[in-house]
């Protein structure tokens, strides 16, 4: 079975960082496209950034670019979103999803992101 | 980048009725070398991450009973559950993956009349 455990989230001030990480067992983690969404309070899902299975191709939503990277690690079987510049906009639920192709198949339980001063 | 409008906002359904929602897309999605409609529909209860039901627009998800259907081409599209049951309580949002950005819909709540 899927398990994908999300880690990471917490209270953060405007313009900090903070380090998403989403480990992953039950399946071959390297055979798939990982992706991160995020969910603000009481809101609607917004994408935020996909990676391919080798971690050559990186795609992001416009208002992430250059202040998120994704990244990952297939030896340890988990997924990054390094999120810095934040902004009180940022604060959601961030999931971490595996893809089949571009289809969101699975998805974790999700991790909380407050932006706050 | 594509919009993806749900209607309605707010569905009451009687339990064992029929219920239909419906997404509209401000583009085609077909991936022709394929012919696959890329939409996807998910459900999300209540502090619970959403769940995939539908993908290729009518395509069931594993695990995902036959109750829910989905159809529809071109830039129009229908989730459909046969028999409403209590556990169907949600909200649902419509995907499409066609292109970056990947967009959902702003979401139906499903709920008992």
């Known amino acids: 079975e899927v398990q994908l455990v999300e880690s990471g989230g917490g209270l953060v001030q405007p313009g900090g960082s903070l380090r998403l990480s989403c480990g992953a067992s039950?399946?071959?983690?390297?055979?798939?496209?990982m992706i991160w969404v995020r969910q603000a309070p009481g809101k609607g899902l917004e994408w935020v950034a996909t990676?391919?299975?080798?971690?050559?191709?990186?795609y992001y939503v416009d208002s992430v670019k250059g202040r998120f990277t994704i990244s990952r690690d297939n030896a340890r079987n988990s997924l990054y979103l390094q999120m810095d510049s934040l902004r009180a906009e940022d604060t959601a639920v961030y999931y971490c999803?595996?893809?089949?192709?571009?289809?969101?198949?699975?998805w974790g339980q999700g991790t909380p992101v407050t932006v706050s001063s | 980048d594509i919009v993806m409008t749900q209607s309605p906002d707010s569905l009451p359904v009687s339990l064992g009725e029929r219920a239909t929602i419906n997404c509209k897309s401000s583009?085609?999605?077909?991936?022709?070398?394929?012919?696959?409609?890329?939409l996807a529909w998910f459900q999300q209860k209540p502090g619970q991450p959403p769940k995939l039901l539908i993908y290729s627009a009518s395509t069931r998800a594993s695990g995902v009973p036959d109750r829910f259907s989905g159809s529809g081409s071109g830039t129009d599209y229908t989730l459909t559950i046969s028999s409403l049951q209590a556990a169907d309580v949600a909200i649902y949002y419509c995907q499409q993956y066609y292109s970056n950005p990947i967009t959902f819909g702003q979401g139906t709540r499903l709920e008992i009349k």
């Open positions: 583009q085609r999605i077909l991936y022709s070398s394929i012919n696959k409609n890329q």
């Open positions: 999803i595996r893809g089949s192709g571009w289809v969101f198949e699975s």
């Open positions: 039950g399946i071959a983690f390297s055979s798939f496209w």
């Open positions: 990676i391919k299975e080798d971690g050559s191709e990186k």
